[in-house]
């Protein structure tokens, strides 16, 4: 069977460095950072101090306040980012096409802020007065429901809960729904809402967030001194589309998605498995996958945490698959400004892992001031780069050893 070729025709995003695509990219090429005091809940209580928040975000641009009041914050972060994304693709949903076009969104945790809320209601209410909306406020596949409702869209209907590869792993799947024939267009991507209390506290119990409170360089991948991620929120959602439904209805292209790959380490729940084994299986498939050699690849948007243990990995791995190839391609962490978006975060790399390939800018991995001599690529340090360059990777990874690649083409 022919695969059918997928391009990227829409993109829309809310996150900590802007509430569109627009803002947060010129951010991105300026080498903006979106991290700054943890004020979403009482910091005092935290050894971690900071945070890559989202900020003057109104819902009610979008949909009514009565509506909005049966979301939680990370829906409301997926559906503005979808109709946004929908929008720049100028695709309109008629009834005709609308069981073609199907949605996949993932979320790492879903809506903790609601849980946590009815959880409180509960204790010092009763069971009668816990919203009846509750169980659909909390459950992560809501962002991809209520997005098919809002825009119509009744293709298949899902969501990749796969924690920090959730974006990455959700845009992929989408990409082989259309590959397949089953749909012709999907709306995907990831959505986050986690600066809430227990996710920071769980966080913080498992040493995964940094301590360091300067906003400054408390997200610092790659380099000697960093010590953790910066916890942050959004959504990044993509449009997919089939090449020639796309041209049909002249439809721009951003890109072309021509390759995934999704591996599990089978190691450790937390900790990437030693030389990021798993990770550089899954570098590999989605090369194989576009029918792609690792030589031809220019960009590597890494998964790039700040912590200790995935930046090495990830950059061992890396090394695995490209061999001396690694030393020529460069490789950014984007999260170095927009922190941790967790299962968002893919949504929003493979964003600017595609602008990077049509505007022929890299984005740097700011912060970088002393290099980890263990972590010796190019990872464009502190300054957006200029460079045309033909494919480009996104990594996404995930506690549970789940390991998710994204391959785009320049189109």
């Keep these: 069977m022919e695969k059918r070729r997928v391009v990227v025709t829409g993109i829309g995003a809310v996150t900590p460095l802007g509430n569109t695509i627009e803002e947060t990219w010129e951010a991105i090429k300026a080498g903006k950072s979106g991290v700054g005091p943890l004020t979403r809940v009482d910091a005092e209580k935290f050894p971690a101090k900071v945070a890559a928040q989202v900020n003057d975000f109104n819902i009610e641009d979008f949909i009514e306040r009565k509506e909005a009041r049966k979301m939680d914050r990370f829906t409301q972060y997926a559906l503005a980012a979808s109709m946004m994304a929908a929008k720049d693709a100028d695709l309109t949903i008629t ?10 969104i993932g979320s790492g945790i879903g809506g903790m802020e609601t849980f946590e809320q009815q959880f409180v209601t509960f204790q010092e209410r009763g069971v009668r007065r816990v919203s009846p909306f509750f169980v659909p406020m909390m459950i992560p596949d809501m962002a991809s429901g209520q997005v098919s409702i809002y825009l119509g869209a009744k293709g298949i209907n899902s969501c990749s809960v796969t924690a920090c590869a959730s974006g990455t792993n959700s845009i992929g799947d989408a990409y082989k729904v259309i590959e397949r024939g089953d749909a012709d267009v999907m709306i995907t991507g990831g959505a986050e809402a986690p600066i809430v209390q227990m996710a920071i506290a769980g966080f913080c119990a498992n040493t995964a967030l940094t301590l360091n409170q300067d906003i400054t360089t408390a997200c610092r991948p790659f380099d000697a001194n960093r010590d953790g991620f910066v916890i942050a929120e959004g959504s990044g959602i993509v449009i997919l589309e089939e090449l020639e439904h796309a041209k049909a209805r002249g439809a721009k292209i951003y ?20 030389g990021g084994e798993g990770a550089a299986r899954a570098m590999a498939q989605a090369l194989q996958d576009g029918g792609v050699e690792p ?9 790039g945490t700040s912590t200790p243990y995935n930046d090495l990995f990830e950059t061992q791995a890396v090394k695995s698959v490209f061999g001396e190839h690694a030393y020529n391609l460069a490789m950014s962490s984007t999260k170095s400004m927009t922190g941790h978006l967790l299962g968002a975060a893919g949504g929003i790399e493979a964003i600017f892992t595609v602008l990077a390939l049509k505007e022929g800018i890299l984005p740097p991995t700011i912060n970088l001031l002393d290099p980890d001599p263990e972590c010796d690529l190019d990872y464009v340090p502190n300054e957006a780069r200029e460079a045309s360059i033909e494919y480009a990777l996104s990594n996404s990874l995930g506690f549970g050893g789940h390991n998710a690649c994204l391959l785009f083409k320049k189109y």
């Design 95 to 104: 009834e005709e096409m609308a069981p073609r076009v199907g949605v996949w």
């Design 255 to 274: 890109g072309e998605v021509v390759g995934y790959g999704s591996t599990g380490d089978a190691h450790h729940i937390t900790a990437p498995a030693p």
């Design 295 to 303: 030589s031809q690849v220019g960009y590597i948007n890494a998964h």
